[in-house]
């Protein structure tokens, strides 16, 4: 069985510019997770969808950040514009509706310049 | 402010002899626990968890133990592999009334088993 996918691996983008960070989840998979690891720390949530819905957004800065999950299966992850502090790797999860085991993709690492 | 501690940032162990890594937590509403390994460029990997009303969950060379009156859990390898090397996130999560769950991650420890 696949595992999470995440492209691109690697992106390296200038102060200001728009990125984008794509998720396929595991099939049948429900939930769907966004995180964000920043060197030397765990991951932290920023978005967590069921299906097609935002059920917990609290953590996400929607002053540039934005997320969605069309047709409940890929995701985007959008900052636009970056700045410095966002570099770090985001990472994709996703898991069954009861979990509690969450999958993890490899992560994009962004390095803002 | 953390909810999840682990405070050594690394750990050297000789190769065949056990590993424990330690966990400390603050909410007493976590409902699950977990460990992760994640080796350089790659996601975190799920490797064992324990639900809060259990003691102990063993699966081949991991056990998890949990305290909860010490709010404590650590992760137990025997024996101790150098493929075992990696970082070791503690994770945990609080039960929502959807049921589903959002992780809490503490900072990891680097595990070096020495050949």
């Known amino acids: ?113 | 402010d953390q909810q999840v501690k682990q405070n050594s940032p690394s750990l050297s162990v000789q190769e065949g002899r056990i590993s424990i890594l330690n966990c400390d937590y603050t909410n007493s509403m976590f409902d699950y626990f977990l460990w992760y390994k994640k080796y350089p460029a790659e996601g975190p990997t799920f490797l064992i968890s324990i639900s809060s009303i259990k003691d102990k969950n063993e699966d081949g060379r991991f056990t998890v133990f949990l305290n909860k009156s010490a709010k404590h859990l650590s992760l137990h390898i025997v024996p101790s592999q150098p493929g075992d090397s990696a970082v070791y996130f503690c994770a945990a999560s609080p039960r929502d009334q959807t049921g589903a769950n959002n992780l809490f991650f503490g900072t990891g420890t680097r595990l070096t088993v020495i050949p």
Do not use: M
């Open chain 1, 1 to 113: 069985e696949a595992g999470v996918v995440q492209s691109p691996r690697y992106k390296i983008i200038e102060k200001k510019q728009p990125v984008a960070f794509w998720c396929n989840p595991i099939s049948g998979h429900n939930t769907l997770y966004w995180y964000r690891q920043n060197l030397g720390q765990g991951p932290e949530l920023l978005i967590r969808y069921e299906n097609e819905e935002a059920v917990d957004d609290s953590q996400l800065p929607k002053d540039r950040f934005s997320a969605e999950r069309l047709k409940g299966v890929d995701s985007t992850l959008k900052i636009q514009p970056a700045e410095l502090g966002d570099s770090a790797v985001y990472l994709c999860a996703s898991s069954l509706r009861d979990g509690p085991a969450q999958y993890f993709g490899p992560g994009t690492r962004l390095t803002v310049l």
